[in-house]
């Protein structure tokens, strides 16, 4: 049985310190779940990127910093094997969820997100791990629900489809590697819709929350 954990953060180091997530408990929290694969956010041309130039901040610089400054060094001192999962077509999409509406709609959509925003951080001490339970997923999915049916043609490609496919590389490392722990890291707003998507896969013992 491969064991796959799911393990959400804020990218933001600002927050990071105003919510108690600093890189150093993310170690801590890396180090006690003692993963053979990690699989991140990072897209796999930023991760061969990476490898073969050593820019550790991707195609697009959109690589954050946990990974350049806590993640890629770790994985190279303990023998940990990333395997980087996130996707986009950085050449061809670059429209926001309200960029179709004029601007008094725009602003009134961005108030609403706003709002939303602030709902969600509210419960992110609601486990032993911020921004990982149950709660935090339950309103981070209304929010994202919200924001489809507010412009479904973008949230189907940037949100939907994107993690189909990060789903489904994740799904692909746990075939490949059988029988190890698999850390899937990624910011928290990711964390309902991996749970959604390995709770019930064949072959996988699930962990989430961590602690």
Not at 97 to 119: G, H, I, V
């Amino acid at each position: 049985m491969t064991v796959v954990g799911i393990l959400g953060m804020t990218h933001d180091e600002e927050m990071q310190k105003q919510y108690d997530f600093p890189l150093s408990r993310l170690e801590e929290l890396i180090e006690e779940f003692n993963p053979d694969v990690i699989c991140g956010e990072v897209h796999p041309l930023s991760w061969e990127l990476y490898l073969n130039e050593g820019e550790p901040f991707g195609i697009l610089d959109e690589t954050q910093n946990e990974y350049p400054h806590l993640i890629f060094p770790l994985c190279h001192e303990k023998g940990i094997t990333f395997v980087p999962v996130n996707w986009f077509e950085e050449d061809v999409f670059e429209g926001g969820p309200f960029d179709k509406y004029d601007a008094e709609t725009r602003s009134r959509l961005e108030q609403e997100l706003e709002s939303w925003n602030d709902k969600k951080l509210s419960a992110w001490n609601e486990g032993a791990i911020p921004f990982n339970s149950f709660e935090y997923d339950a309103i981070t999915n209304e929010m994202y629900d919200w924001l489809h049916s507010v412009n479904p043609d973008v949230q189907n490609i940037v949100w939907n489809t994107r993690h189909y496919i990060m789903a489904a590389r994740v799904k692909n490392a746990a075939k490949k590697y059988p029988n190890k722990r698999i850390l899937c890291i990624h910011g928290a707003d990711h964390n309902y819709w991996y749970h959604q998507s390995l709770k019930a896969e064949e072959g996988i013992e699930l962990v989430y929350p961590l602690k």
